[in-house]
């Protein structure tokens, strides 16, 4: 993904909200694992937006996004469970949007993937 534009608005709800009080990476890792277990509605359905060497999905393939991967698994990306092919896995969230969202669960992904954009890691 190529670097967005930093966003203030953004950029202070992420650090309020996501990883406020976050000591290190692994504490930023848990604190974006609850926010967006927090804010994000499951399930919902989500469209591919960019193909990934460890995910099965294709760009433009839609999916059914059922809940948060357990979050032992979300130490270095947030990933999220999906049903595909008569199955349930763990793909990361990065690759995917939400197709007609909340705005709770639009805000919190677009959260996630401005994170991923800016080039920021845990």
Request: a negative charge.
């Amino acid at each position: 993904m190529k670097k967005s534009k930093k966003d203030p608005v953004r950029e202070d709800r992420i650090h309020f909200d996501a990883i406020a009080d976050a000591n290190g990476p692994e504490e930023q890792a848990m604190g974006w694992y609850y926010y967006l277990d927090d804010k994000i509605r499951f399930p919902f359905q989500a469209r591919c937006i960019a193909p990934q060497i460890v995910s099965p999905l294709r760009k433009g393939g839609t999916v059914e996004v059922t809940g948060m991967a357990p979050e032992d698994a979300c130490s270095a990306e947030m990933l999220v469970l999906i049903r595909w092919s008569g199955r349930t896995m763990a793909v990361p969230l990065s690759q995917l949007v939400a197709v007609d969202p909340d705005e709770s669960t639009g805000e919190a992904i677009g959260d996630w993937h401005y994170w991923v954009e800016q080039g920021y890691t845990f």
